[in-house]
């Protein structure tokens, strides 16, 4: 384990990782003897001035816009923010915790509760991210939280995934305002954004790099799908000609009507734990 003035490098008998203060934000992972798994632009901004493309976004206390759909930053304040690091460990289980406060006192903006946030990301032979979010003010609030995990894919066009069968879904791209119900496997054929109401385990099938990615998770009413294809990525600044093939997101989340409601004095915590096997 290596502390750096910008980035935390764990490594140990299960893998490598590497992590940011900024945003708290995870940007790279590989289990021993195998390729990254986590994704990041070749046009990611890395000089802290705005949010990382790629790797695993800490979204909080809200998503997107937020759920009256004017909120800004887009996914709330704590990616575009600095983490205090508390605490790192070596050894067979390498890990390090990151902390944000936030009291509407000295950060007057839209979100006027007090809120602290601890995210713990470990390496055993998965990779292992918490997030635990405290209300430490004196009245009860909501907030959306999410873990916005790229993978690393050898073509998304070839990506399946398997267990959301039969869960229900907001489709964004068609607008959102309809339900639907998942029929077999998730497949990519298109712009794809989802929010799937479900908390199950998901294996992600990458033939191309031949392994399969399960992603469990602990805590976590939602899972987002997302992937922008050709139209819209080539309007996002921050995203390579023709990286969209490259990955797919699939995130933990607590967002919408299964946003956290906290009291004073709760915490709510939401575990991911990411896990890679050879293909059979």
Known sequence: MTILED???????????????FGAQ????????????LWRSSSAVLDGSAPVRGGIPVCLPWFGRGRTGDLAPSHGFARTTEWTPLGVGSGHEPQATFLLEHDPAGDPGTFPHCLRALLRVAITEDLVVSLTVTNTGDHTYDFEEALHTYFAVGDVKDVTLDGLEGADYQDKVRGGDLWRSQVGEVAFVRETDRVYRSDSTVVLHDPRRR???????DGSADTVVWNPWVDRAAALPDLGDPEWQDFVCVEAANIGDDAITLEPGEEHSMVLVIHVDPMA
């Open 7 to 21: 980035q935390v490098l764990l490594d140990g008998p299960g893998g490598t990782a590497t992590v940011i203060p």
């Open 26 to 37: 995870v940007l790279e992972w590989a289990p021993t003897g195998e390729s990254p798994v």
């Open 211 to 217: 392994r399969d990615i399960t992603i469990d998770k």
